[in-house]
T-cell receptor, first 115, second 111 residues
């Protein structure tokens, strides 16, 4: 069964460093998303991406964050200068093939630890 | 904005039914989902319901939607130890839109 994959599974970085989190969405999907879950808190929406541009972003998704689909398969989230409060589990999701847009499938997540 | 609330913990004996409840505030929520998260794993889609439905059954899972009260529930029949996990309710107003999640209900199944 097709699935969303994410790498790395765990990333440790120093405050102020740049990180890139990678996702491979399900191959025929058209909509891509990033969410995060700070330990003990709700899963929060960050950004959605469609047709090579951001379709919606939350107030969390400030200028420190960017997303890119550099080729036909990868979808990346870049955090330019990480802060301690960026430590969280980051989930990528995808949805929407030719037949249906209504179900988001999630990857296993990348745990980001900022020291 | 939208708020989604769930009780945080449920303990159930193996073989019994589990009922996990969720309330939401936005009456224009059109798509309502249940996800399961096992320790160290991602969010696994369990089932979903559209706002024009009252009930959906899928094997051991039954979803009930009360639009008037903005209340969603997930019933798991014959709960097994493998059902121990965190269950998240999530809603959205558009099929392509952002999901708004509840805090998750930790279900613990005891023998």
């Amino acid at each position: 069964e097709p699935e969303v994959t994410q790498t790395p599974s765990h990333q440790v970085t120093q405050m102020g460093q740049e990180v890139i989190l990678r996702c491979v969405p399900i191959s025929n999907h058209l909509y891509f998303y990033w969410y995060r879950q700070i330990l003990g808190q709700k899963v929060e929406f960050l950004v959605s991406f469609y047709n090579n541009e951001i379709s919606e972003k939350s107030e969390i998704f400030d200028d420190q964050f960017s997303v890119e689909r550099p080729d036909g398969s990868n979808f990346t989230l870049k955090i330019r200068s990480t802060k301690l409060e960026d430590s969280a589990m980051y989930f990528c999701a995808s949805s929407g093939d030719s037949f249906s847009t209504d179900t988001q499938y999630f990857g296993p997540g990348t745990r980001l630890t900022v020291l | 904005g939208e708020d989604v609330e769930q009780s945080l913990f449920l303990s159930v004996r193996e073989g019994d039914s589990s009922v996990i409840n969720c309330t939401y505030t936005d009456s224009s929520s059109t798509y309502l989902y249940w996800y399961k998260q096992e320790p160290g794993a991602g969010l696994q889609l369990l089932t979903y319901i559209f706002s024009n439905m009252d009930m959906k059954q899928d094997q051991r899972l039954t979803v009930l939607l009360n639009k008037k009260d903005k209340h969603l529930s997930l019933r798991i029949a014959d709960t097994q130890t493998g059902d121990s996990a965190i269950y998240f309710c999530a809603v959205t107003t558009d099929s392509w839109g952002k999901l708004q999640f509840g805090a998750g209900t930790q279900v613990v199944v005891t023998p």
